[in-house]
DNA sequence: TAATTGCCTCACCGTCTGGTGACAATTGTT
DNA sequence: AACAATTGTCACCAGACGGTGAGGCAATTA
């Protein structure tokens, strides 16, 4: 390997730039937030360490000490930022549709995430880290996430209530986990439980039964 | 850190055998089969290789390259070997219930499955690794289980069939897709989806939660 | 102009990794 | 007994990692 991408955009900074660019503390705290959110979303946690993320950002890894106090700082921050994906990244309006039930807008919800969710590499990177490492850092990430997802749902459920009978919080665990397992596993190799994710249509069948689980346990 | 498992291991090998361990290459073989498959339970997919399995299989590295050709043919060893774990971790007994309908089907081996996952470190280990990296290795290993499984959900189907009008295949994609996220995140780090799985009570609310939607599906 | 402050880079440390070539020790065969 | 083949160990390599102390450079203040 003889060009890295970081090797690339170390040089774009270094060649385009020979001005040593402008010493900018809050400027260079962005950079290597970036640099270390892009990494994450491509490499995901394999391989996300100081040294990578310094080399991307095109300064010395000296400086996540210094602004982040290491990485265990820096994933914090990562994670803070993340507690707000969901209202970013997802359509709060129906989308034409008529929502007069709960399981309406449950089902509606899990469409929208799993949409999001496809293509959003970076919270997709962070789910896989959390079922796969259990270390404080990923625990933290992991709680803001989820603090920002039942805040989401909370907020746009409204008045609509489950029906009597159904616990709706494990049921929506249980969808939602659905989703999320199908959308990760079908990225990233193809397959979801066993069956081949390719085509858009593949992916409108997943999406169907997911839907329909939501509708059919709602009544 | 004075004491790895490792260590301990190494020194049992030598202390209980002061007889340096009878050259056995068949019997080799398997220490290091059995090395990988619970460094790779215990510790993960990070962590995974030579130096580590060589420590904890209390023999030199270089026979890893000699008898497996390598981490590649290990992991291939390793995924062979898993495609048969389903038969031999799930009881095929329906365990004096009615089976009666594809949905009653469905329903029990969703909750068998989860019983089986959080009993499995190995198998928890593997299926993070699969959503977590996409090299031929980890595909092949994928793609194994993936036979397994889908085998396995042939056998017991018998002459059941799914209702008309219901796309059975994605649903239970879905479903499996469902336990799998729940078992894994909550075995990991104590939540599902935002909810804190701890009690036996927790738990049982999730698998009920998970069967109710197979039967719903499936009417 | 001189000194202080803040921003940043450099060089180095010890440790671990995957990988390989050379060698010792045991076994089986002639 | 002498040999060859198998089995296992050891020492070493280059490269990457996380982490840190010292010092260079630029802008502000005295």
């Known amino acids: 390997m003889v060009h890295t991408s970081s090797d690339q955009e170390a040089m774009l900074d270094t060649v385009t ?11 260079t705290e962005r950079r ?13 946690f394999q391989g996300f360490g100081v040294n990578a993320i310094a080399r991307r950002a ?10 982040y106090g290491g990485m265990d700082g820096l994933i914090d921050a990562i994670g803070e ?10 359509p709060d309006d129906p989308g034409g549709r008529f929502i007069l039930t709960y399981g309406d807008l449950i089902e509606r919800l899990l469409e929208l995430y799993m949409r999001a969710l496809r293509e959003d590499h970076l919270m997709r990177r962070v789910i896989a880290w959390e079922i ?30 489950p029906p009597k009978g ?8 249980a969808l939602m986990g659905a989703a999320q ?8 190799n193809g397959f979801a439980c066993g069956i081949p994710v390719k085509t858009e249509k593949d992916w409108a069948k ?5 839907c329909r689980l939501a509708h059919n346990a709602y009544i």
């Open 81 to 90: 930022d993340l507690s707000s994906w969901v209202e970013a990244h997802v």
């Open 17 to 27: 730039n020979p001005i040593p660019l402008t010493r900018d503390r809050s400027a």
């Open 166 to 173: 159904v616990d709706a919080i494990a049921t929506n665990a």
């Open 132 to 161: 796969s490492e259990s270390t404080p850092q990923v625990r933290r990430v992991a709680e803001a996430r989820a603090r920002g997802l039942s805040a989401w749902i909370e907020k746009m459920r409204g008045s609509l209530t």
């Open 58 to 67: 095109g300064c010395d890894k000296q400086l996540i000490y210094r602004y």
């Open 181 to 188: 397992q199908i959308v990760l596993s079908a990225i990233m």
């Open 32 to 44: 290597i937030f970036e640099a270390a959110r892009s990494l994450l979303a491509e490499a995901g």
């Open 206 to 210: 997943l999406e169907a039964a997911v």
